[in-house]
């Protein structure tokens, strides 16, 4: 029987909470892959610089090998310690060899190898995550041109409101995603930069060539600089933390907003699946939005995680272990959520049925309250605005205890059909004079992703 704990790792539950590209990521070897990596620039940076001998850079540039060592070894040794790089360098110093050993994590400390890993698998996390929201932005775009004119009724605190379209719903959330990734470019300009401080950020371990070892192991990784040291300020990784939460938080609204209007009360939206997708076994007339839920779901356990960088970037003094080790699950989770947050949504849409003709029934659904506005406007241009408002008082007061149509109500009363004429009142009647805007929004959006370059 497998012994897996995390739910990421359960066989049954296997990519359904995370995606399969950030699970190499942040998993494991990928970690420990990342490490090794950091040490081997080390050595590269420090021989370019004159710390250490080029024949010993070379040697651990080419014998250090993270598929080589022994995990349940290091495992052990991560108990001792409290900490995986003392484990880690005593196996790779063995790699390295007699004469090169002792040059294996020269002049740095644990947390200039994990944290400057980390921000490797950062790096490799964000091209994922900005890959996937740039399709499931690509997605939308291409629903809201479908139904640019797509009419459905607006609900405000879950009640009918009024008219607009389905491709002005989908635009505001095509929009939310563009300021996402513009949040993402800002945030990864302060977190992609290397963390080699030594023991206190000082350095004083590479004597006078500290700063210059640090840009050129920059250098090496393709990543930038801090002008002092971040070991003890978490600023930057909570930053993009709370990045990826904001992203969670959209998705989840996202796939909660289509969950509900393909309730069965509502079904103007629909996920499309073979038989048995989403069936009950209890009711053989259920089939269950499961791209939804679980797009939803995972999305808000991503933001959950995001909230905890928060609680934890409390740094005490110039170091402080109690707080970062909760940093070693949370960040690689949120990561994690995320992208299994984005490959729900991205799945929600492409399986996404609309049904156009329910969308239209629905306003009839209050007999044209969802036009009351737009007859108290037109009532105002001949009457004071709260006579108007009276006037739709009463009408809908008609409209409730007679079952009657708003247009059909207010040709009754004398006060309205002395200034509008039954083809006037059958005119502003129709839903589909009052989107407004909303057509152009959506054009106003589609031009603006598509002006946009994405890196």
Known sequence: MDTAISQFDWTIYRHMFSAEPMERIFGELGTIERWVEVEKAIARAQAEVGIMPAD????????????????ERLRKDT???????????????????DGYDVWVHYGVTTYDVMDTGRVLQVRDGLSEIIAALDTYQDLLASLARTHRD??????????????TTFGAKLAVWIEEITRHRGRFEEARKRVEVVQFG?????????????????EAAARELSLGTSRSNWHNARDSMTELALCLGNICASLARNAQNINSLGSTEIGELSEAGKPGRGRSTAMAHKRNPRAAEFAESVARLGRHRAMGMVEIMGQEHDRCGGTWISEWMLLPETFLLTSGALSWAIDLIERLEVHTDKMRNNIDMTNGLALTERFTLALAKHMSKFDARRLLDEACAQVATEGI???????????????????????????????????????????????????
């Open 79 to 97: 108990h001792d310690v409290g900490r995986p790089i003392a484990g880690l360098i005593r196996q790779l110093a063995e790699q390295a060899g």
């Open 150 to 163: 797509t009419i459905m009724i607006g609900r405000t605190n879950n009640m009918h409101a009024q008219p």
């Open 56 to 71: 010993a850079a070379a040697a651990i540039d080419s014998r250090l090998c993270a598929e080589d060592l022994d995990l």
């Open 198 to 214: 030594g023991a206190v950020g000082s350095l004083a371990s590479l004597g006078n060539n500290g700063l210059k070892f640090r």
């Open 405 to 455: 149509s708003l247009s059909d109500a207010l040709c009754t009363m004398p006060d309205v059909v002395a200034v509008l004429s039954k083809d006037d009142i059958a005119v502003l009647a129709d839903p589909n004079g009052y989107v407004g805007a909303a057509p152009q929004i959506v054009d106003n959006v589609l031009a603006t992703i598509a002006d946009t370059e994405k890196p």
